[in-house]
């Protein structure tokens, strides 16, 4: 089940905290659920759970919070001046901030978002695959503002967290995935958590195709 925005952009309601395999991010996530904590940045590589994470704020059961979720990745082909009115809800949560950099009419967006949302004393989350002066934002205040808040790098899970967090997905859809299962798994896919969370989806739907468990042979056969 997804929450539906008036933009048509969703977020994943199962995307919680309780279900976020937390790692060397234990201070971050504390961060986070602070909600005295007006501005967040979070940065990371693709894939080590910041799109969780905002949604995971969006999930959180603060009374009189009007999240509102907005995901670059999908926004960026749109005008502008789809951020208009967005300081009204809080907290804003802005995922992949760095994929407007260059782009003057965005970046001019973005910054003036964030000064209403201050006006407003409202709160906003971001995220970026680099700190804030890392990620080629060409609007010098905008690298500033930015800057402002708590910045936090999102660390990467081990092996042994990837595995939980394997697990832990597949015990969600119903799955059986043992131990031998989730390391052979790991030892022959990419690593990034993205990555196996697709492939772990995908054996779910080839595991109902041919009714068959998620078993090292299966699982064998089908990579190759």
């Known amino acids: 089940m997804n929450t539906q925005l008036p933009l048509g952009i969703t977020w994943r309601d199962q995307a919680t905290f309780s279900n976020f395999i937390t790692g060397e991010n234990a201070q971050l996530v504390e961060s986070l659920r602070a909600t005295n904590e007006k501005l967040v940045f979070l940065w990371g590589e693709e894939g080590c759970g910041k799109s969780h994470l905002l949604q995971a704020v969006c999930n959180m059961p603060e009374l009189n919070a009007q999240p509102v979720y907005l995901p ?22 802005i995922d992949d901030v760095h994929l407007v950099a260059g782009n003057k009419e965005w970046e001019e967006a973005v910054f003036h978002l964030f000064n209403r949302v201050r006006e407003q004393s409202g709160r906003m989350i971001v995220s970026a695959s680099g700190s804030p002066a890392n990620i080629n934002i060409q609007l010098p205040d905008l690298v500033t503002r930015l800057g402002w808040g708590t910045v936090y790098q999102v660390k990467p899970l081990s092996d042994e967290g990837k595995k939980i967090a394997l697990q832990q997905r597949a015990q969600y859809r ?37 009714q068959r468990k998620l078993t090292i042979p299966f699982v064998k056969q089908y990579l190759q």
């Open 72 to 93: 670059m990745l999908e926004l960026k082909n749109m005008q502008p001046a789809v951020l208009e009115g967005m300081e009204i809800m809080s907290p804003v949560c």
């Open 174 to 210: 119903g799955l059986q995935l043992p131990d031998e299962v989730v390391e052979f798994v790991l030892r022959r896919s990419s690593r990034d958590t993205n990555s196996l969370f697709q492939l772990l989806d995908r054996l779910d739907i080839a595991s109902l195709v041919e």
